[in-house]
């Protein structure tokens, strides 16, 4: 009896794509390590690095990148902003959605395609994550005052067996 665990899968193939307006070799080198580095830890297939630069059609790079591609999985992003600015970006999530075209980013949120990927963190600005801000001292008993001076729970004391 075999496991399906056990049996050989292709893993799913993904398309990188940088936004490169002024890209230099070792800007252009770094980026498709992280991009091959987030692959090899998704056991993702990354079987092109598309490079957008300032010649390349904007209209055009989504449409040309799926009729290349028909099987393709998903795109993989460092970030959001490597899919375009502004309108460029809802334009091209809402055709990778339409092609069954999975997004994924390297940092940052995918999200729904309306959203920028921002994230509300729950804490008040200016606090730090995991600590908590110390609020007023209170006694305890509801702050009981006896002979003028508050009440303030006085310290357990040491148990003396007989």
Same mark, same amino acid.
């Given at each position: 009896m075999n496991l399906t665990e056990q049996l050989p899968v292709a893993p799913?193939?993904?398309?990188?794509?940088?936004r490169l307006p002024a890209a230099t070799q070792a800007r252009f080198g770094a980026l498709s390590a992280v991009l091959t580095e987030f692959c090899?830890?998704?056991?993702?297939?990354?079987?092109?690095?598309?490079?957008?630069?300032?010649?390349?059609?904007?209209?055009?790079?989504?449409?040309?990148?799926?009729?290349?591609?028909?099987?393709?999985?998903g795109i993989v992003l460092p970030s959001l902003t490597h899919?375009?600015?502004?309108?460029? &970006? !809802?334009? #091209?999530? %809402?055709?990778?959605?339409?092609?069954?075209?999975?997004?994924?980013?390297?940092?940052?949120?995918?999200g729904p395609p309306g959203r920028s990927g921002f994230r509300p963190t729950g804490r008040r600005p200016g606090t730090l994550p995991? &600590? !908590?801000? #110390?609020? %007023?001292?209170?006694p305890r008993f509801g702050g009981a005052a006896i002979d003028g001076e508050r009440y303030w729970r006085k310290p357990a004391q040491a148990r003396v067996d007989p």
């Open positions: 799913p193939p993904v398309a990188g794509l940088l090899a830890r998704r056991e993702l297939h990354l079987t092109k690095v598309l490079t957008e630069d300032s010649g390349t059609d904007p209209e055009r790079v989504i449409p040309d990148l799926i009729a290349a591609h028909p099987n393709l999985y899919l375009g600015a502004g309108h460029w &970006r !809802r334009d #091209r999530r %809402q055709q990778l959605t339409e092609a069954g075209i999975q997004v994924l980013v390297v940092r940052g949120s995918a995991g &600590r !908590r801000q #110390r609020g %007023q001292a209170t």
